[in-house]
Each structure stands twice: as C-alpha cells, then as structure tokens.
C-alpha cells in the first residue's frame, strides 16, 4: 500500500513538473483593477453616484493581432464588468476571438487604451497625443494623465445606458498555482484517504 501511494505519489510530481515547465519563463498575467463612480444608469438597479470595480487581466506577452503600427489589438484573460441589472459581475474572457479585446492606438489626435467585449460593453481611457509611442500593450496607464476615462455597458434592446467614469487604478501581477501548491493539495488527498 505505501509502495503504491509512493509510486503515484511520483508519476504526479512528473506530470506535474512537465506541465509547470513551459509556464516557467512566461510572464505573469497582469490585472488593471479599475474602481469608477456611475454617471447614467438607465434601465439598472444602480443610482448615479453609486461605485463600481471593474477588472481586466491580460498576458502582456500575448501578441499584437493588428498589423497597423499605430493601432494594436490584444486578447485578455478575463474581463469583469459590471452586471446592469444584478450585482454579480459579468466575466467575459478571451476578447472574443477578435469581435473584442484591448486596443491600443496612436494618432494625432491622442493616445488610447480600451477594452471592449465586442458587443455592448466597453472601457477606454485616453490621453494626449504621444503619451504612447507604440501600439504595444502597455503594463500601467497613469490616470491622471488622462483626458477621458470611461465605463459603458450600452444595450438598446433592453433599455440599459449604463455608463461612469473611472476614478482609480490597482495594477498588480498576478501570480499563477506554483508546483508546490500542486504537491500541497496532493498530500492533503493523500492523508485523507489514510483516515
């Protein structure tokens, strides 16, 4: 029995280690926690004034899907939005397969960050010409340089104009399960099933 459990215990920890291996040398995901105050909430449960948070977590490394070297367009990881009419959020993830994501562009006019879900939602935050100089995908914005920062969740067919203005950003990286949290839950499995 414990020859077993030793036996299973290291064909885990092989597979295991070959799927944490490519992981190794990737960069860690970063989230942009957005926090923003509603403006207009037409056809929601929310009053202007009330706060909102919304999360957008994406690979930096992900690449540029856009060939333009004035506009580049990114998938995220996940999207949380705001829910018009319920207050669990809506988790929108993969920008779509190119019907939504991060864009970024350059223009003489300004410089921009959004993020849309290819539909009816959307955040972009926009600031003077030549803050970007390229359309790379940037790992921080800076708010306070911003022209327009803004939250929308625009559905015609069910009445909802849902739109704020974002106050505050948390940029963070976000650290993905290592092999030891793997070899942690399979030594709790293990000692359960010896009682």
């Given at each position: 029995m414990l020859f077993s459990k030793a036996v299973l215990a290291g064909l885990f920890a092989v597979v295991l280690s070959l799927?944490?291996?490519?992981?190794?040398?990737?960069?860690?995901?970063?989230?942009?926690?957005?926090?923003?105050?509603?403006?207009?909430?037409?056809?929601?449960?929310?009053?202007?004034?009330?706060?909102?948070?919304?999360?957008?977590?994406?690979?930096?490394?992900?690449?540029?899907?856009?060939?333009?070297?004035?506009?580049?367009?990114?998938?995220?990881?996940?999207?949380?939005?705001?829910?018009?009419?319920?207050?669990?959020?809506?988790?929108?993830?993969g920008g779509l397969g190119g019907f939504g994501g991060i864009r970024t562009s350059l223009s003489d006019i300004?410089?921009?960050?959004?993020?849309?879900?290819?539909?009816?939602?959307?955040?972009?935050v926009v600031f003077p010409p030549g803050t970007f100089t390229t359309d790379a995908l940037p790992t921080a914005l800076n708010l306070e340089l911003a022209t327009r920062t803004s939250f929308e969740a625009f559905i015609p067919s069910q009445n909802?104009?849902?739109?704020?203005?974002?106050?505050?950003?948390?940029?963070?990286?976000?650290?993905?399960p290592t092999a030891a949290s793997g070899v942690i839950a399979f030594a709790f499995f293990l000692g359960r099933r010896r009682s």
């Open positions: 799927v944490a291996a490519p992981r190794a040398n990737a960069a860690l995901p970063i989230e942009f926690e957005f926090t923003g105050v509603y403006t207009q909430t037409s056809g929601t449960i929310y009053s202007p004034g009330d706060s909102f948070v919304t999360v957008v977590r994406f690979d930096p490394t992900f690449p540029d899907t856009e060939p333009s070297p004035t506009s580049g367009e990114y998938d995220y990881l996940t999207w949380t939005a705001p829910a018009p009419t319920s207050t669990t959020p809506l988790v929108f993830t300004s410089s921009a960050w959004s993020v849309n879900n290819g539909f009816s939602y959307g955040l972009f909802v104009n849902l739109r704020g203005d974002l106050t505050s950003l948390i940029v963070r990286t976000v650290p993905e």
